[in-house]
């Protein structure tokens, strides 16, 4: 694989996955506001209790024996159908527990609905055992344009499906109706584009090798998971399923954006590294490139997002969501630390560390959870805001073994990150003051959004970030190739 990686194959990948999750997520936000619109937030916060479940047990479907497929050197049909044939055996086994679980999950949340829509949406536990196969062919080949389109085609036709629920007045089915025939659709259209079919073989021998490097990918994800959530289990629990959805709602906005920037940026890192594993050197170059030119997108996206935030939340999703801006607001804070902590992880990852993964992934919880165990007692905002502490003491800790491993230092990235950090900060503090006038939201927005992007380019020019004129670079090698 590594030898049919170059510079272009690689920017290629990513502006197909950028393609893919801007495009995906840029349409899911339009229709998750006309839906905040038509729903509850009641309903949302419904959704997001049944979601911790699903997500709790699809780790167990779709993580681990993924990451293993992407990251092995060489994979034949035998391991694609092996791994296949397990995850669906363990969905079915995890189906039938949240099947059973689901009335108690219920009475001790006291939502009697839930049983019903836990029930149902457990079904795409299912698709996960396709999904994850098909996802692994794709990134081991670099081939995001194929997800791109299937995606996108899912996220249109469930979305329009949703609304027209919501619009008769089902309230939480609506957003049920939506994920089911979302992950559904593109298990279906990436059928007939990745072409791959299970065989009728399998090997247990094979299945051990994967298990060997996946089994600390999988705790280490089932931990993450557990722990992300259980912000969301406990707000549910001891206040309402009103606040738990201004909570999620916050979340969401400066969610949407990293998991798109980051996020894609990883994907395509993750087989990139995995294919010069043996480089050291190589290897830092493309982890110091992740992390600067993702932290240049980003940290001016999250400022930005958070100075903005109240007159974005009235004029998208109207007043009875405003309880939801101080929970945006930190949230960007939490958020724009992600470009340090992915790239790290992947880079131990490609290496083939997954004991060094999952002991860092054990260290960053006892940490975090002590901070939530002292937060709980302050309040739900309190709670939020440890996520902030947190954040920045496993930024630390992913870092830490890279030094030995890539020689490359935390204080390196500090040194790295900081300039974009600096114009991130001046430009949020100059697009501040048009709150000081003010206007009525919408004009707010239209002076500020524009306002801002021109002070930070501006600013990166004037400054002359290394980072800006790579990406300026990078593109017009990409526009020249394409109309070569």
């Known amino acids: 694989m590594a030898s049919k990686i170059n510079k ?22 339009i229709l998750q506001i006309i839906l905040a619109r038509l729903l509850l937030p009641s309903d949302y916060g419904l959704v997001a209790l049944v979601t911790i479940f699903i997500n709790l047990a699809r780790v167990f479907v779709q993580r681990g024996f993924n990451t293993a497929l992407i990251q092995k050197k060489e994979v034949e049909e035998v391991d694609y159908s092996s791994v296949f044939y397990i995850s669906l055996f363990v969905s079915l086994i995890l189906y039938l527990i949240l099947f059973f679980t689901s009335p108690l999950i219920a009475s001790f949340y006291k939502e009697p609905q839930l049983t019903k829509v836990l029930r149902v949406l457990s079904i795409t536990l299912f698709f996960g055992a396709f999904n994850s196969i098909q996802n692994a062919i794709i990134a081991r080949n670099l081939k995001f344009k194929k997800l791109f389109f299937s995606s996108l085609g899912a996220i249109v036709i469930s979305g329009l499906l949703g609304i027209l629920v919501a619009y008769k007045g089902f309230g939480v089915w609506a957003l049920v109706v939506q994920q089911l025939t979302n992950q559904f659709l593109v298990i279906i259209i990436l059928w007939f584009t990745v072409k791959w079919r299970p065989k009728l073989i399998f090997s247990i021998t094979r299945v051990k090798v994967l298990f060997s490097f ?27 399923s009103d606040m738990l959805g201004y909570f999620n709602r916050g979340k969401q906005f400066p969610q949407l954006i990293v998991t798109n920037i980051n996020g894609s940026i990883q994907s395509v890192i993750l087989p990139v590294l995995s294919a010069e594993q043996e480089n050291v050197v190589r290897v830092k170059d493309m982890v110091r490139r992740a992390i600067v030119t993702s932290s240049f997108i980003i940290f001016p996206s999250m400022i930005g997002l958070a100075v903005i935030a109240k007159p974005l939340v009235l004029v998208l999703l109207t007043e009875k969501w405003l309880p939801s801006v101080p929970f945006l607001q930190i949230f960007c804070i939490t958020y724009s630390l992600w470009p340090i902590h992915t790239a790290n992880l992947q880079a131990i990852n490609a290496l083939g560390r997954s004991d060094i993964f999952l002991k860092l992934e054990i260290i960053k919880k006892i940490v975090g959870l002590i901070i939530l165990g002292i937060s709980i007692r302050w309040g739900v905002y309190a709670i939020a805001l440890g996520g902030i502490l947190s954040g920045i ?56 959004i524009p306002l801002g992007a021109i ?12 980072c800006y004129q790579y990406l300026i670079n990078t593109i017009k090698v990409l526009v020249k190739n394409k109309t070569n």
Do not use: H
């Open 455 to 466: 002070i930070y380019i501006a600013l990166a020019k004037l400054f002359k970030l290394e």
């Open 8 to 29: 272009i194959t690689i920017f290629s990948s990513l502006f197909w996955k950028l393609l893919e999750r801007g495009g995906v997520q840029g349409i899911q936000f």
């Open 393 to 448: 003491l496993s930024m630390v800790i992913n870092a830490y073994p890279n030094k030995r491993l890539l020689n490359y230092s935390f204080r390196e990235q500090l040194i790295d990150i900081i300039p974009s950090l600096i114009i991130s900060i001046l430009m949020g503090g100059v697009i501040y003051c048009v709150n000081l006038f003010n206007l009525i939201p919408i004009i707010m927005l239209i002076i500020q």
């Open 214 to 240: 996946g089994w600390k990918l999988l705790v280490s994800s089932l931990i993450d998971t557990l722990y992300n959530n259980l912000k969301s289990l406990i707000i549910g629990k001891i206040y309402t």
